[in-house]
């Protein structure tokens, strides 16, 4: 596979030029090109550039070849990478603006139980080029531009665990970020991990005031390792303290997601434990009832069970939300997404 121009900031995109022996224009002319979501054959450059350009460098990094439309105006994207390979993502729209949800790998290989991206396992990481092309490619789908942009949030929670792909993630989040591009603040974007400890550490170190999220969906170690391979390698405590560094260096608060599982984690004896756990704490609790996998068996719980669990959260001190799903009809929702063809099933 040839190289990605979208992973290139606008200082090395500069640098490139220069090293081509083109007029430092140029470079502005190709921003300002690839933040639209052109591709390389599509801008206005000369041609002996655009030449030059395509010899080691891919003429289109990420194409939406599929799009399917949910009943609640979710869309549902299947990306096609360069080489071929497939990541799916996730437009949502709310009063608040629009949200976009983006993958980082292709597959995973965390092996959380209630999720389908780690199905087939890790196949390969996305480049910070490959995850900028998702956002870029959606916003000019919908109109936008880097003026008016049609995406004004990031969510990292599609295939992929961003902390596992930490040098790209955090290239993809000072470019997308950046002035002169499509410039979404860092406060406007999510990053959604399994628990990474010492990644959360380096994360908070990097001057990114990214909303921290943490898949929890459990109140206890052993409890967390029936659904999630990683807590066998960093427990909550050490969660909670990466969190505590987090939210000192960043100002930000925390959110923990918490997926209610029947017979598993939504029982008044876990609404209790979690309010012990997390009472006082900068944070805030984010419900969501199992999105399910066909091929994982575990099962959702009512809407009626689901608003339960979330009084007894409240009335035991805790900020926290039942999270409204988008996109389930089409396989869309949080959990549900897949490094393969898109599908209604």
Excluded: W
């Excluded at 030059?52 to 990420?62: A, C, H, Q, R």
């Amino acid at each position: 596979m040839k190289k990605i121009l979208q992973d290139l900031s606008f200082s090395e995109l500069e640098n490139l030029i220069a090293l081509l022996g083109e007029k430092k224009f140029r470079a502005k002319q190709l921003y300002t090109g690839l933040t639209q979501g052109k591709k390389i054959s599509e801008i206005n450059v000369s041609p002996s550039l655009r030449e030059k350009l395509l010899e080691d460098y891919e003429n289109n990094s990420v194409e939406i070849i599929k799009t399917l439309a949910s009943s609640d105006g979710t869309e549902k994207y299947l990306f096609r990478l360069a080489d071929g390979n497939l990541v799916e993502g996730v437009f949502m729209s709310y009063k608040y603006g629009n949200t976009q949800c983006v993958s980082t790998q292709v597959g995973c290989r965390m092996g959380c139980k209630f999720c389908a991206s780690t199905l087939g396992g890790l196949v390969r990481n996305l480049t910070s080029g490959e995850i900028l092309s998702q956002v870029l490619a959606v916003n000019a789908l919908h109109g936008g531009t880097s003026e008016k942009r049609a995406v004004t949030n990031i969510v990292l929670m599609g295939s992929g665990e961003p902390l596992d792909n930490y040098s790209e993630t955090v290239k993809f989040l000072k470019n997308v970020s950046a002035e002169g591009g499509i410039n979404i603040s860092a406060r406007n974007i999510s990053l959604s991990t399994c628990g990474l400890v010492p990644k959360i550490y380096k994360l908070a170190d990097e001057g990114l005031p990214v909303n921290l999220t943490i898949s929890l969906h459990q109140i206890t170690d052993e409890g967390r390792a029936r659904t999630m391979p990683v807590a066998k390698k960093y427990g909550i405590a050490e969660i909670l303290k990466a969190c505590e560094y987090y939210f000192k260096k960043t100002g930000r608060r925390y959110i923990f997601e918490y997926s209610l599982i029947a017979g598993e984690n939504c029982d008044k004896e876990h609404a209790e434990g979690l309010v012990k756990l997390l009472k006082g704490l900068p944070c805030h609790v984010n419900l969501i009832r199992l999105n399910e996998v066909k091929e994982r068996g575990l099962q959702t719980i009512t809407e009626k069970q689901a608003y339960l669990f979330l009084g007894m959260l409240e009335k035991g001190g805790l900020s926290a939300t039942l999270r409204r799903s988008m996109g389930n009809d089409i396989g869309g929702a949080c959990g549900q997404l897949r490094a393969g063809y898109l599908s209604n099933n």
